[in-house]
C-alpha cells in the first residue's frame, strides 16, 4: 500500500532525524548560478527577498548557514513555522505581509508543483527553475509564469 508499518515508521523517524541533522550540509551544495542570482536580486534596489520552504527550521536554518546565504534573506519561513506549508498559500501571504510586499507585486522563485500551487494560490507571479525537487516531472507541466535553467537568467526576467 505504500505506508510502512506505524511502529516500524515510529522507530525509524528519531533515527532518519538524527542522522538528517548530522549530514544536512555535508554533502550540499548551491546549484550553479544561485550566488550570481542572489547577487543580481539583492542589487535591486528595494526588493526584499524572503526563503520558504517547507524543510523544517532545525535543518533549514544550519543549511543556509552552511551554503553562506542565511544573510541574503530578509525572512525565513520554514515547513514548521506556521500551521500550513506549502501547498498551502499562508507560508507566502505570510512572507509578503511582514515584508510590505502585496501578493500581486511578489514573485516566487520555485522548482515544483508544490511551489507553483502556493503561488498561484497566493496570488504570485512564479519563475521555476529545470532543476530541483520535482520528482523527475516537467516543471512546465505545471504552467509557471517562467522557467529558467540558472538564477543567472534572472536579469533578463527582472529589469531593477
Do not use: W
Not at 515510529?10 to 542570482?37: C, H, Q, W
Not at 509578503?96 to 508543483?113: C, F, H, R, Y
Not at 512564479?126 to 532543476?131: E, G, H, S, V
Amino acid at each position: 500500500d505504500g505506508y510502512p508499518d506505524t511502529a516500524l515508521f515510529e522507530r525509524a523517524t528519531p533515527i532518519f532525524m538524527d542522522l538528517y541533522a548530522e549530514n544536512t550540509s555535508k554533502r550540499s551544495r548551491l546549484y550553479d548560478g544561485v550566488l550570481e542570482g542572489l547577487d543580481f536580486l539583492q542589487s535591486c534596489q528595494g526588493l526584499k527577498i524572503g526563503c520558504v520552504t517547507n524543510k523544517a527550521a532545525q535543518f533549514t536554518l544550519p543549511l543556509l548557514k552552511d551554503l553562506g546565504i542565511f544573510d541574503r534573506f530578509e525572512i525565513v519561513i520554514s515547513g514548521d513555522t506556521l500551521p500550513e506549508k506549502k501547498p498551502h498559500p499562508m507560508p507566502l501571504l505570510h512572507a509578503a505581509e511582514t515584508l510590505g510586499v502585496k501578493p500581486e507585486d511578489a514573485m516566487m522563485i520555485g522548482d515544483s508543483k508544490s511551489d507553483v500551487k502556493a503561488a498561484r494560490a497566493a496570488g504570485f507571479n512564479i519563475i521555476c527553475m529545470t532543476y530541483g525537487y520535482n520528482h523527475g516531472e516537467d516543471i512546465r507541466h505545471y504552467s509557471p509564469d517562467a522557467v529558467i535553467d540558472s538564477m543567472t537568467e534572472l536579469s533578463g526576467l527582472i529589469s531593477c
